[in-house]
């Protein structure tokens, strides 16, 4: 079910005018999962249905999909926002937890078959979740998924201004920061920065102060575009995990305060009830890697 809502128009450039998406076919939440939420059964019928009604907003706001087959065996092959981040004709490949590797090779084929040299950095590296591109800025996360050392690698391929942030980690009741057992790497609810920053517009961003660092919140703040504050419940459902074009924004349907934020500055709002994916610790934005960076 999606729900639209009007608002004025804006003269915001168009961003995420195409995106990759693959499908659910493949998607479960087994123990092999280091980033899930819930012990509950994947009903993967619902799941291709979500996946189907995020296809279906993202084309009333006017963006392109390119599809390719989802990775035979893969259960987080629908996130595609998680393979790489392009610019120009350039992408970097992502480094995925080993529980996610074999999903490498159909990124690498999918980006190489539609022109992109594809770079593949010395460190792990979370993609497109956990580098957002906002105009000539690149907002970089690292710590969980991703290598600090990536951020120079980005800035010297790509020529992005990286803003290195990091998330808050989870601690134990010790106060010391939780180890995956699956990946071994640090914890956070916000493994992935995309879970805590939108890109709305290259002039306007949405964010949830609370998930990141008292250093990162400084330098996000310092940052000239305007500023959207999200509220701890929005974002604990996930609302910053949205795909704007600019104009007009996909989001889910459980954040009625950053919808009203949204819409009041003058986009256009599309709303989307999907819960099934949520299972994976994927929403909207992880279903997407964007094409047409500039």
Aim: proline share 6%; net charge negative; aromatic share 8%.
């Amino acid at each position: 079910m999606l729900t639209m809502k009007l608002a004025s128009s804006t003269k915001a450039p168009v961003i995420n005018r195409t995106v990759l998406m693959s499908g659910a076919d493949y998607f479960d939440v087994v123990a092999l999962n280091p980033y899930s939420f819930y012990t509950t059964p994947v009903d993967r019928s619902q799941a291709k249905r979500d996946f189907a009604t995020i296809q279906k907003a993202l084309r009333k706001a006017g963006i392109t999909i390119e599809s390719v087959p989802a990775p035979k065996g893969c259960q987080d092959g629908i996130f595609t926002a998680n393979w790489g981040i392009t610019r120009g004709d350039v992408a970097v490949l992502s480094s995925l937890p080993a529980q996610r590797a074999a999903e490498e090779a159909f990124a690498k084929a999918a980006l190489e078959q539609r022109g992109f040299r594809v770079l593949k950095p010395p460190y792990r590296f979370s993609g497109q979740g956990d580098a957002l591109p906002c105009g000539d800025f690149l907002f970089a996360g690292s710590g969980y998924r991703t290598d600090p050392r990536v951020h120079d690698f980005l800035a010297a391929e790509l020529g992005y201004q990286v803003i290195s942030v990091n998330a808050v980690p989870q601690l134990n009741e010790q106060g010391q920061p939780v180890i995956n057992e699956l990946s071994g790497w640090p914890d956070s609810f916000f493994y992935d920065i995309d879970l805590a920053i939108s890109i709305l517009s290259p002039e306007l961003i949405a964010w949830f102060p609370g998930a990141f660092t008292p250093e990162s919140q400084a330098a996000i703040r310092a940052t000239p575009m305007r500023k959207i504050e999200v509220s701890e419940q929005d974002a604990m459902n996930f609302a910053c995990n949205l795909v704007s074009t600019g104009s007009h924004v996909v989001m889910g349907n459980r954040a009625p305060d950053l919808q009203k934020a949204i819409e009041a500055e003058g986009l256009q709002v599309t709303t989307v009830d999907v819960r099934e994916l949520l299972k994976g610790g994927g929403f909207i934005r992880c279903t997407t890697l964007t094409l047409d960076n500039q």
